[in-house]
């Protein structure tokens, strides 16, 4: 046994490992670990740097389950919720279920304390990474390479699940913090569905986690969710929870509820929903999408502005050259806005109000 696998095996530490190897480890390994209490057995391997599956020996399995973190690398509560769920399963002290792949998306950018080092790793799925995207984003950088090896994780992850039984149930929680405060500080993106009814257990899922605001998003991305649904079938969300804060400044208590329920769902007990009530939640649909286009791209807005605040029509949001961003609805409300993005980039969505019918 190596020095990193032993060292692995001991702490259960995997955040470090990751982020002492940013790009690569020199080799991947796996192992088998034994529940404390019920004996059974799991089988961790890790892939690559940032990338560790879970999978129960000799019981039968219904879910392939992704959650990753960190694809923005400063973007750090989910990474440590994350990190903690993935410690005790390697220590013995959480109970797996079901097949669990944990990706932490860009450990280079968490040591910089930033969200990318060259370029955005959630503008570069379905095939994103091999596109030229315009200004600021040449055809070669590391994080292209892992963003397809990413896609080629989550792929083998899928495919080596539908070889052990024909009716299998595949999940991608795609955990991220947002740049800037919200009114509804815990929400998650609904990638579009091609026409696909959207499922409200998944919202009653989210409900448990603490995060009862939902934007639907009608039109391809190339974001992590939007690939794992698209290509796979898989229900993935981009789950939004609270604020960007620095390592261990974050107050994990806020995120009691999701990793509680993150627990339960990898460990197999019973999740509790009430009836689905849409008065429970907040939904919303996405209305306008800017990218910026002009070196001269503001938001007339000032920077503490939260997320969800809405504009009476007609208010100018942004100024994009010669060209002014106009608030069209009634109630449309500002997210993700971002004038320092490359051109060619999103810097803006607006949403509305809307119900899941
Ligand atoms: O707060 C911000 O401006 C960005 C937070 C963030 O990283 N959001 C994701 C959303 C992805 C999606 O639309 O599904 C992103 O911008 O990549
Ligand atoms: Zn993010």
């Not at 892939?47 to 599956?53: F, M, N, P, Q, R």
């Not at 797996?96 to 370029?119: D, K, Q, S």
């Not at 994990?252 to 509680?260: D, L, T, Y």
């Not at 607006?350 to 019918?357: E, Q």
Request: aromatic share 10%.
């Amino acid at each position: 046994m190596d020095n990193i696998q032993q060292q692995l095996q001991e702490t259960g530490d995997f955040l470090s490992l990751t982020r002492q190897y940013e790009w690569s480890l020199p080799n991947g390994f796996s192992f088998t670990v034994k529940h404390q209490s019920s004996q059974t057995k799991s089988k961790v391997t890790v892939l690559e740097t940032g990338l560790i599956t879970f999978e129960p020996i000799e019981r039968s399995t219904s879910k392939d389950i992704i959650l990753s973190s960190g694809v923005h690398g400063n973007e750090t509560a989910p990474i440590e919720i994350c990190a903690k769920l993935v410690q005790q399963l390697i220590l013995g002290k959480l109970e797996l279920a079901e097949r669990v792949l944990f990706i932490f998306g860009n450990p280079a950018a968490m040591n910089i304390a930033e969200r990318f080092v060259e370029e955005n790793m959630n503008r570069l799925f379905s095939g994103g990474h091999s596109i030229d995207q315009g200004a600021g984003s040449g055809l070669i950088n590391k994080e292209r390479h892992r963003a397809l090896l990413l896609e080629n994780t989550v792929s083998n992850f899928y495919l080596e699940g539908a070889k052990l039984s024909a009716s299998r149930q595949r999940f991608h929680y795609d955990l991220h913090t947002a740049i800037r405060g919200a009114k509804y500080d815990k929400f998650a993106v609904y990638p579009h569905t091609h026409g696909k009814a959207r499922k409200t257990e998944q919202l009653q899922f989210l409900k448990a986690c603490g995060v009862n605001t939902i934007l639907l998003s009608n039109s391809p991305t190339t974001t992590f969710s939007y690939y794992s649904a698209h290509q796979f079938g898989a229900d993935a969300f981009t789950v939004e929870l609270g604020k960007v804060k620095p390592f261990g400044e974050n107050d994990m208590s806020e995120f009691a509820q999701v990793k509680s329920t993150l627990e339960k769902f990898i460990s197999g007990q019973p999740l509790h929903y009430s009836a689905y009530d849409e008065n429970d939640f907040n939904i919303f649909v996405i209305s306008q999408i800017i990218n910026r286009t002009a070196d001269n791209f503001r938001l007339n807005f000032s920077d503490d502005v939260e997320n969800f605040t809405d504009f009476p029509i007609d208010y100018v949001l942004a100024q994009d050259g010669e060209n002014e961003i106009k608030v069209k609805k009634q109630g449309e409300a500002i997210i993700f806005p971002n004038a320092q993005v490359a051109i060619g980039q999103r810097a803006l969505l607006t949403v509305v109000p809307t119900t899941l019918a």
